[in-house]
């Protein structure tokens, strides 16, 4: 029996576990890093230890801290979540050795699919269809190019131990292979300590479904269903969906067997999932990730069981709670990845503290089917170190339309500030008409991106409307009776008028006895507003229009019906000026130096890449903004850096 578990973990995933750990009366152990000594998964937990720097790597990824934790706490068993060691097959035997038992699949388990291209063999032997590529140990660049050229371009580079398109590059030409190939490989080694890649064939139009399964100690192995995961931006999932639609119950059949002759071939135990290319009615299996995956929510609302539980179960040596003709699928599921990036700037991350952070949920909104998964609250912060996920929201419906509104309604209910989210371009996403007729691969967020980032004009004015009434209270709320500290102030025989101080637009007030107007665009708004605390009822024009906001010295946010603006202030307006110099390279985040590409002195071409930094497990190459020479860096590999720090500089030839 399992009485004290150590969640090796952090975030959302530690929250989520400790969550089924406490209804199940275990009780649980947290690790933090120097970035997370606040953390709301350090609060929740019953006891919590440090294990070192922010950095991952010398925290989370560090087994052996880890192990001398779970010694030191008095725990029986660790899981691992999901990401982090929960495939490292070393800390799986490590936990063994300690007679601790390790919340997933046996090492070996995880070592077969751990590996992309051994997993490759095994499934094949499991009669199971696979893309071609190459999946052997030579990681010689000069042989993987060839490789690559006989399995013909566009091919794809994935870490062989990797996963959430962390270390995954897709190359077109055998010209751009080896600079793909490099970042590839840092990436691979900077998220999972390994830098080994495998190469495959790119298929260019497939959908993403994959097949939970599960298996106990008995021989039992059965899947719960299946899961569409097509939406994707950079190889990463942004809204899944169960079950997948479209699929008939001759197709759904065949994938979940084929799902379980993968498990069974290597002798698998406890929560795993096999991920398929669907290319019509044709599928190809891509990988078998070997642990519980961040969208499982989707699974456990459409089968009624919570699969952490299950989990927990099978590593106490229980058989599976159902067989397979006991699983039934009720509903319909989404699962939207509410992150902290700025979707218009290339899903750029973000990071800062959140200075606002309201969601709907079962016990405050009239969202019934709401859930949410998240491992922060208002004033957490969201570090440059790690994974910028900031919530799951999660709806279950009657049927897929059901649910879809469900998720479109919740989303606007979402209200973030503090950094950049996608929360408008997931509202935007979830009601495009091509999706709500369902996704048809996984290039259509890529081949949608312009209309799905596009401003709407007319709810940026809106907003902007919002923001001046938002003004107009802070600075008429005050203590002092003089008129001189009004916007009210008496004017004899005409109507007041001022302006504001917003960075990026024109506007104007006017107003006279208690009517008030606002101009912007030569079009003008009659305007009236009430608040309660961040909460904002606009009637602009005689619409009644209801918001959030949050108001500080550089800028006011606004969030209304799914969309977010923020609009500077003019008091901050010389940040905006520092960062249009045009000949230098500033951080477009907080993040680390990993490589500078060029040398002082080198002459380089508009476009050339320069300097490489890593934030969030992710890198991002700045370029020269002109033809120069570049002069000087600021900042040498490895160190960190914040957002507008200038990197390197490059005078203009």
């Known amino acids: ?32 890093s120097d970035a997370d000594i606040h953390a709301e998964h350090v609060k929740a937990a019953d006891e919590a230890y440090h294990i070192g720097a922010a950095p991952s790597r010398e925290s989370y990824l560090d087994g052996d801290k880890i192990i001398n934790v779970a010694l030191k706490a008095g725990v029986n068993a660790i899981h691992p979540g999901y990401g982090f060691l929960s495939e490292n097959t070393h800390f799986a035997d490590k936990c063994e050795q300690n007679n601790i038992i390790f919340i997933g699949p046996s090492s070996e388990a995880i070592n077969a699919m751990g590996s992309k291209s051994r997993s490759k063999e095994l ?52 010209a751009s292979f080896n600079k793909e190939l490099e970042g590839a490989k840092r990436e691979a080694l900077a998220g999972f300590g390994n830098d080994k890649v495998l190469i495959e064939r790119y298929v260019e139009a497939p959908r993403h479904v994959e097949v939970q399964v599960f298996a106990d100690n008995f021989g039992n192995c059965i899947y719960l269903g299946d899961r569409d995961c097509t939406l994707q931006r950079r190889h990463q999932k942004v809204i899944e969906e169960a079950p997948a639609p479209g699929l008939s119950a001759e197709l759904r059949k065949e994938m979940g067997e084929a799902a379980v002759r993968c498990a069974k071939k290597i002798n698998y135990k406890g929560a795993g999932t096999v991920e398929f290319l669907l290319c019509g009615d044709e599928f190809f299996f891509m990988e078998m990730n070997t642990r519980l995956q961040v969208e499982h929510p989707v699974t456990e609302c459409v089968v009624g069981q919570d699969l952490v539980e299950w989990q927990l179960a099978v590593a106490s040596n229980e058989p599976l709670p159902l067989e397979q003709d006991q699983v039934v699928i009720s509903g319909h599921a989404f699962e939207a990845r509410i992150y902290a990036e700025e979707p218009s700037d290339d899903f750029m991350p973000s990071s800062g503290l959140l200075s606002l952070f309201d969601m ?41 339309n059901v649910a879809l509104r469900q998720l479109s309604l919740a989303l606007e209910k979402t209200a973030i500030s503090g950094v950049a989210t996608n929360v408008s371009f997931l509202h935007t996403l979830a009601n495009h008409p091509s999706f709500i007729e369902s996704p048809t691969s996984t290039h259509f967020i890529d081949d949608h991106i312009s209309e799905l980032t596009q401003k709407d004009e007319q709810e940026q004015t809106l907003q902007l409307i919002m923001a001046a009434l938002v003004y107009i209270n802070a600075n008429t709320c005050q203590t002092s009776t003089s008129p001189w500290n009004t916007l009210t102030a008496f004017s004899l025989n005409a109507s007041n008028h001022y302006t504001f101080p917003f960075v990026d637009f024109d506007l104007e007030c006017q107003r006279n006895n208690d009517a008030m107007t606002l101009v912007y665009d030569t079009e003008h708004f009659a ?14 024009n005689g ?34 000026e520092k960062q249009n110099d045009g000949n230098s390279l500033q951080a477009p985040l907080n993040g680390t130096v990993v490589k500078q590409v060029a040398s002082v002195g080198d002459n ?35 160190d960190l850096v914040s957002h507008g720090d200038l990197l390197a500089k490059v005078e203009e030839a």
Do not use: W
């Not at 570090?383 to 910028?388: K, L, R």
């Open 543 to 576: 619409e009644k229009h209801t918001a959030k906001f949050v108001l500080d010295e550089q800028s006011i946010a606004i969030m209304h019906s799914g969309n977010t603006h923020q609009f500077a202030l003019k008091s901050k307006h010389y940040v905006a």
């Open 604 to 638: 380089l071409k508009q476009g050339d890449a320069v300097i490489i930094i890593e934030a969030m497990k992710m890198e991002y190459t700045l370029t020269a903004p002109f033809d120069g020479q570049l002069s000087q860096f600021y900042f040498a590999e490895g």
């Open 123 to 174: 499934i094949f032997e499991a009669n199971v269809p696979l893309v071609p590529g190459y999946y052997g140990e030579n990681q010689d660049p000069a042989f993987l190019l060839t490789e690559a050229e006989k399995v013909g371009f566009p091919v794809l580079i994935k870490a062989t131990y990797g996963g959430g398109g962390k270390g995954m590059r897709v190359v077109r030409d055998s």
């Open 527 to 540: 305007v009236n507003a009430d608040f309660n605390g961040n909460n904002l009822t606009a009637f602009i």
């Open 1 to 32: 029996m399992i009485n004290k578990l150590l969640i090796a973990n952090r975030g959302e995933i530690a929250c989520r576990i400790i969550k089924t750990a406490r209804r199940l009366g275990i009780k649980t152990v947290a690790v933090y």
């Open 360 to 400: 709907p949920n079962e016990h405050t909104s009239d969202l019934s089917a709401v859930r949410i998964d998240t491992g922060v609250i208002e004033g957490s912060e969201i570090s440059a170190f790690y994974d910028p996920m900031i919530a799951k929201l999660i709806v279950h419906g009657a049927n897929r």
